[in-house]
């Protein structure tokens, strides 16, 4: 089975800039995750969905960040305009609906430097 | 305060020993506990959930002490390959966002 995948693996662009980001969680998933690492801190939670739904964005940092998740499958992250603050690796992480600890499968990475 | 607390290591430990991570949560009302590995420059990748009962995954172990909101990792017969760095993870009731502690590193020797 595959895990999940993300694109870009690396992103570099220049502070004004736009950058999407894309994660595909494992297939039957119906939640997913966007979490960010910036340099020297922990992991941080963005936000999570169920299917389409926006369940909780209490970790969004400021309204230059969108996500979507449009059909439920596939989501993008899209940062407008970057900022040299927004670097970092973004992951994003999956898990299935039941069980107990709802565990959840992060994918590689994108990692994104603003200049 | 942080909400995880770890000890930053390194623990250099030579293959064969056994090496125990320690790691203290905040939230009273975390309900979910989890230990993830990470490689350098990788994804976490889940190691095990935390019962509260305790478990064990052959050479390793975890415990919960909801009264003393503490978590611990117990590995045995250490191999080259366990080194990486150790994530202490935790979910509060009612919310899938998951709090991670800053991770501590485990460098096994030959």
């Known amino acids: 089975e595959a895990g999940v995948t993300q694109f870009p693996s690396h992103s570099v662009i220049e502070k004004g800039q736009t950058v999407t980001l894309r994660c595909d969680p494992i297939?039957?998933?119906?939640?997913l995750y966007w979490y960010r690492r910036v340099m020297g801190k922990e992991i941080k939670f963005l936000l999570h969905f169920v299917k389409e739904s926006k369940q909780d964005e209490s970790g969004m940092p400021n309204n230059r960040f969108l996500a979507e998740r449009t059909g439920g499958t596939y989501s993008t992250l899209k940062v407008q305009p970057a900022e040299l603050e927004d670097s970092g690796v973004y992951f994003c992480?999956?898990?299935?609906?039941?069980?107990?600890?709802?565990?959840?499968?992060f994918g590689p990475g994108t990692r994104l430097t603003v200049t | 305060r942080k909400e995880v607390e770890q000890d930053p290591g390194p623990f250099n430990v030579p293959e064969g020993a056994t090496v125990a991570f320690n790691c203290t949560y905040s939230n009273s009302a975390s309900q979910s506990f989890f230990w993830y590995r990470q490689d350098c420059r990788k994804e976490p990748k889940l190691l095990m959930s935390v019962y509260s009962s305790g478990n064990e995954d052959g050479r390793f172990t975890a415990q919960l002490n909801r009264a003393s909101q503490y978590i611990s990792l117990l590995i045995r017969d250490s191999k080259l390959s366990d080194s990486a760095t150790y994530l202490c993870v935790v979910g509060d009731t009612g919310r899938r966002a998951l709090t991670f502690g800053s991770g501590t590193r485990l460098q096994v020797q030959p």
């Open positions: 992480a999956s898990s299935q609906e039941g069980g107990y600890h709802y565990e959840q499968y």
């Open positions: 297939s039957g998933h119906d939640n």
